[in-house]
């Protein structure tokens, strides 16, 4: 026999050889975490007045990014409908759906998203919209046909819609272009979160008064 032991060594080593492996995996994986966590904790250290539900990402949606996914916080921990949702890189999303304990999130991605904003520096208007075309990309639509937005402006939410707070960040512009009409402008804008790797998220404890428990699973 190998190594002049018996197959129960044997077993009893590959054993402690794959739990070792298992152990150093979480070890990894915590590492990984801790630079995470601690972005959002920064993050909500610079909105003190807000009140936020921690939550982490426990399934989504078929495909490479984080467009529709769920989290494991809900009604129960106060979360509502239409809360937004952001990272310590910006604005993920909105609540689209409630549960007890969970809710799902649309991401600003998704081609059926919307979202009013501003483009910080000459604070002009228009809308942010998912664009499936653009891959993980958004369109800013509506803005003023003699806008002087460029690439490099950072876009960030209005307030205007009831649903996102302002001064939100949603991304950087990368393209400005007259609509084929040329009755305004529209841009390109490269999101900063990250859409292809979301764990957790804090959900934003305002947004339109909701009343009752009519609001739990809706989509």
């Known amino acids: 026999i190998f190594g002049g032991g018996s197959q129960q060594q044997i077993r009893e080593l590959n054993e402690r050889v794959s739990l070792l492996e298992i152990e150093n995996q979480k070890l990894s994986d915590a590492e990984k975490e801790n630079p995470r966590l601690q972005g959002l904790l920064d993050y909500k250290a610079t909105i003190p007045d807000q009140k936020t539900v921690f939550a982490k990402v426990v399934s989504k949606s078929p495909g490479y990014m984080f467009d529709v996914f769920v989290i494991n916080a809900g009604y129960n921990q106060g979360v509502r409908k239409d809360m937004a949702v952001v990272n310590a890189d910006g604005l993920i999303g909105r609540v689209s759906g409630v549960g007890g304990n969970w809710s799902q999130v649309t991401a600003l991605v998704d081609s059926r998203s919307a979202v009013s904003a501003i ?101």
């Open 119 to 219: 483009v910080e520096r000459n604070r002009d208007h228009g809308i942010v919209r998912g664009a499936v075309q653009n891959g993980d990309n958004c369109t800013m639509n509506y803005l003023p046909v003699d806008s002087d937005a460029v690439p490099g402006d950072t876009v960030v939410t209005s307030g205007l819609d009831a649903i996102f707070p302002k001064g939100v960040r949603i991304g950087t512009v990368t393209e400005v272009s007259l609509d084929e009409n040329q009755l305004q402008k529209n841009a390109v804008v490269d999101p900063s979160v990250d859409f292809n790797h979301i764990e957790e998220v804090l959900v934003l404890l305002t947004g339109p008064e909701k009343s009752g428990r009519t609001q739990e699973g809706e989509d």
